[in-house]
């Protein structure tokens, strides 16, 4: 083994957002990083058929940006020749809640616009760039090679349509929504994975629309929120060749139309209406897409007694979120980034591979925990919802409302709110603000 490696070889499975940032945070343990996904991954910003998402608004928040900038030196910059482009918070994306704009002032964070496939067209150029690194299209893992509790490998299938084994010290799971991971286990005699779910009845619908300005005008972008008993929300960013990407999204009986009459109609009904004068005005350059959400799930691998070792899931296969927070591709982010800081904890103290075990697994639960407990109730709000609320329910629900009013005359807790929204800070910090600025009179 080359010296400074733990191992000969990492095995990604899954080539989306997770797999990038898992093969970012982690070749530099190994001689050789394989990343096999199902599809075939374009070389050029173009869609891919397994990520059904892929057409509605993909934008990362700041923490996962901070986290492709670090493992990538050159992702903003890439990113930016390419037609990514640059929104500060509060002044050029806007947010509508609670039956109003939030105040228009600078939060002080700013992030990237631009479509999905571009998105994984510069992380998975970037990720394939790291020493020893390659993507291997249309080769869909179909089993966990497990010997002694441990996994030894993963069974692909190879271009003739031939099965192979494939050597692993470490496999990380970064599939998706559309893992496998709980039939294998089950197939190797591993117990059900404890796992919280809540039927939300979620549908987006999006389409793209020329995006014209006025010289001189700055890139805008507008997040207008449904409120009980209304789902009805809409989101409108600016991405690369001068489109503008527009998903409408409701929940159980108001699922917005997948034609123009209806999404023009279900567009009226949001709280203010920019964006239905903005689809009036611009002219559609794309089919609709729609995708569903029925359930959003945290799955907790660690309950799993022996789990099996050198097996690490990330990203959606240990939590489904709605996909209209962002934290899906961050949380993948903040995973691959646990997993790192991990192996170099192990290491300093002696260890290897062998010994990450289910402090792995707990770290990335907690990762998971961190952005689940903020955008969970707001789902769960919505009486429709399938699932035991948690007993704490009634008291974020009422925190949140607080938060809201007060970030009308106090622009520090504004801008601290949406920190914590994009993982910079803990969901702790809101209450130790409140706690130290009580309200006067």
């Known amino acids: 083994m080359a010296e400074g490696k733990l191992g000969k070889r990492l095995v990604v499975i899954g080539g989306g957002v997770g797999g990038c940032y898992a093969a970012g945070a982690l070749s530099d343990f190994f001689e050789e990083t394989l990343v096999f996904d199902r599809d075939r991954l374009p070389d050029s910003p173009t869609a891919r058929a397994g990520a059904s998402q892929g057409p509605h608004i993909h934008g990362l928040l700041r ?16 990113l930016r020749a390419g037609g990514g482009i640059k929104l500060t918070y509060g002044t050029q994306a806007r947010f509508h809640d609670s039956g109003q704009w939030q105040p228009k ?19 998975r150029r970037a990720a394939s760039r790291c020493a020893g690194t390659a993507f291997h299209s249309s080769t869909p893992v179909s089993d966990y090679v497990i010997e ?8 692909i299938t190879n271009d003739n349509g031939e099965s192979d084994i494939v050597d692993a010290d470490l496999v990380v799971e970064a599939s998706g929504r559309g893992s496998n991971i709980l039939s294998l286990l089950k197939s190797h005699g591993y117990g059900e994975v404890e796992t919280v779910e809540f ?125 209209v927070y962002g934290q899906g591709m961050a949380v993948a982010a903040q995973h691959a980034m646990a997993i790192r800081h991990l192996i170099l904890e192990t290491v300093a103290n002696g260890g290897g591979l ?29 009486p429709q919802t399938t699932g035991e609320r948690p007993p704490d329910l009634v008291e974020k629900t009422e925190f949140s409302k607080y938060i809201r009013r007060r970030i009308e005359t106090e622009p520090e807790l504004h801008a601290l709110q949406f920190r914590v929204m994009n993982l910079l800070e803990p969901g702790s910090a809101l209450k130790q603000w409140v706690e130290k600025n009580p309200e006067m009179g």
């Open 105 to 123: 002032r600078d939060l002080g964070i700013s992030i990237y616009s631009q479509s999905r496939p571009l998105l994984e067209h510069y992380l």
């Open 354 to 382: 062998a010994d990450l075990g289910s402090r792995a697994l707990a770290r990335i639960s907690e990762e998971s925990a961190t952005a689940w407990n903020m955008s969970a109730p707001i789902d769960l709000v919505y």
């Open 148 to 155: 002694r509790g441990e996994v030894s490998g993963v069974l």
């Open 63 to 78: 923490r996962p940006f901070d986290i492709a900038c670090e493992l990538f030196p050159d992702f903003e910059s890439d």
């Open 199 to 323: 039927g939300v009845g979620i549908g987006y619908t999006s389409a793209f629309f020329s995006r014209t300005q006025k010289e001189g005008e700055e890139p805008y972008a507008f997040v207008i929120r449904g409120n009980v008993p209304n789902s009805c929300s809409g989101v409108m960013f600016p991405i690369e060749g001068d489109r503008w990407v527009i998903s409408l999204s409701g929940r159980f009986d108001e699922i917005p139309p997948a034609e123009d009459e209806g999404f023009f109609t279900f567009a009226r009904k949001l709280e203010d209406p920019v964006l239905f004068e903005t689809i009036s005005r611009e002219r559609r350059v794309s089919d609709y897409s729609r995708f569903m959400i029925p359930r959003i799930y945290f799955r907790r691998y660690e309950s799993v007694s022996d789990f099996p070792k050198r097996l690490l899931p990330i990203g959606d296969t240990v939590t489904g979120f709605n996909p």
